[in-house]
Structure formats: structure tokens, C-alpha cells
């Protein structure tokens, strides 16, 4: 149990282009994702946790305009990156909690912005 | 803010032997730390994670301790196998509803194994 769906797994877009990125949990409920962004040989950084049913909270430094939050449903967080622009490129990664504490994570999404 | 530090950076062993990855937190009311392996373009996986109610917890070849007085967690792997070499994160978070129970993560151990 506890797994998590990412998708697309891979994307590459043209500079000013929107991109939209889903996270699933298949087997239980997730009222909190969050969102992770991950640059190469570095750690994991929070970029916002999603709640169902309200407004995401975004850390420190991320632009809510720019990478929109939507948790419509107990079991889907989509993230939107809005216009995207070359130095959007990097590792996104979506978790989900189950039950008290345990956050499950989904396998990633790599956008490239051209 | 809340802060981890993790140490060492990175750490080669070999096989067979033991190897020790080393965090340290700052939020005193920090109450539950996991640790993920994540290997190279995949997602982190939890591998054992332990809450403040306890000292250490095991699970086979893992092994994680809690000091809640010094503000420090390790995580011990014995017997270590090629298959064990993956980056490991040490994380902490604080149980309180109104915070989601966000996970501050360290900076990261690769740990390599060499047969």
C-alpha cells in the first residue's frame, strides 16, 4: 500500500509555455501533499504543501503565481508551472502523507524548459 | 527556521563493513524522523523512520538512533552490500496539525559500498 503516482514522468517544453504536473495517491486518502524540487546531487527543497479542500501554503521564495497549486480532491495535487523559463528546469517531486506523519514520495517529473 | 544538518557528505565503505550517517536538528519540538534512500533519478524511499517516544528502532541490516537531549539521529547500516549505495536523506518534522507536518531534510549522504 501507500504509493504514489507521478505524471508525466518526463517533459520538455518551449520557453513561456505552461506545464501541468499530477500527483496521484492510488491506494489512500491524502488530505496534505507537498511538493519537493530537486536540483542535481542536492537535497530536497519544500516548495509548498498542498491541502485538500484550501489554499496551499508556499514556503519562503517560491512564487505562487508562477507554480500553482490545485488539491481538488483527497487523492490528486496538481502543480502548474506558468511560463515557464529555462531556469524552471529540474526534478519535481510530489508526496503525499499517510496517516500520522509518513510522507510516501512519487517517482518524479523532469522538465526541461527549451 | 528549522534546520538539519547532515554529515558525512558523502561516505565509501566496504562491503561487508559498517557505515554510520550522522543528522542533527534544531526545532526541539521536532517529534518524528525518517530516513530515505534515493537512488540516481528515482524517488526517495522511506527506509526507517523513528518517532521521539523512542531511543532506537531496528529492521534487519537498519538501524536508527534518537538522542532527543543532544538534538541528534543516526542512522546505521551494518553488513553493507553494493546495493546499499544510493544517496541517503535524514529528515525531521514536528507533528503539529497547523504546520502539515512538513519534512525539513538534510543535505544528503552518497554512500558508496565497494565490493
Not at chain 1, 504514489?4 to 496521484?24: A, F, L, Y
Not at chain 1, 496534505?32 to 527543497?45: A, D, E, G, I
Not at chain 2, 534518537?66 to 552490500?81: G, R, V
Request: hydrophobic letters at 30%.
Amino acid at each position: 500500500g501507500a504509493v504514489v503516482s507521478q505524471h508525466p514522468s518526463r517533459v520538455i517544453c518551449k520557453s513561456g509555455t505552461s506545464v501541468k504536473i499530477e500527483c496521484r495517491s492510488l491506494d489512500f486518502q491524502a488530505t496534505t501533499m507537498f511538493w519537493y524540487r530537486q536540483f542535481p546531487k542536492q537535497s530536497l527543497m519544500l516548495m509548498a504543501t498542498s491541502n485538500e479542500g484550501s489554499k496551499a501554503t508556499y514556503e519562503q521564495g517560491v512564487e505562487k503565481d508562477k507554480f500553482l497549486i490545485n488539491h481538488a480532491s483527497l487523492t490528486l495535487s496538481t502543480l502548474t508551472v506558468t511560463s515557464a523559463h529555462p531556469e524552471d528546469s529540474s526534478f519535481y517531486i510530489c508526496s503525499a502523507r499517510y496517516r500520522e506523519d509518513t510522507q510516501y514520495f512519487g517517482p518524479g517529473t523532469r522538465l526541461t524548459v527549451l | 527556521g528549522e534546520n538539519v544538518e547532515q554529515h558525512p557528505s558523502t561516505l565509501s565503505v566496504q562491503e561487508g563493513d559498517s557505515a554510520v550517517i550522522k543528522c542533527t536538528y534544531s526545532d526541539s519540538a521536532s517529534n518524528y524522523f525518517p530516513w530515505y534512500k534515493q537512488e540516481l533519478g528515482k524517488r526517495p524511499q522511506l527506509i526507517i523512520d523513528i518517532r521521539s517516544n523512542v531511543g532506537e528502532k531496528k529492521d534487519q541490516r537498519i538501524a536508527v538512533t534518537l538522542n532527543k537531549t543532544a538534538k541528534h539521529f543516526s542512522l546505521h547500516i551494518t553488513e553493507t552490500q553494493p546495493e546499499d549505495s544510493a544517496v541517503y536523506f535524514c529528515a525531521a518534522s514536528n507533528r503539529v496539525r497547523n504546520q502539515g507536518g512538513k519534512l525539513i531534510f538534510g543535505q544528503g549522504t552518497e554512500l558508496s559500498v565497494k565490493p
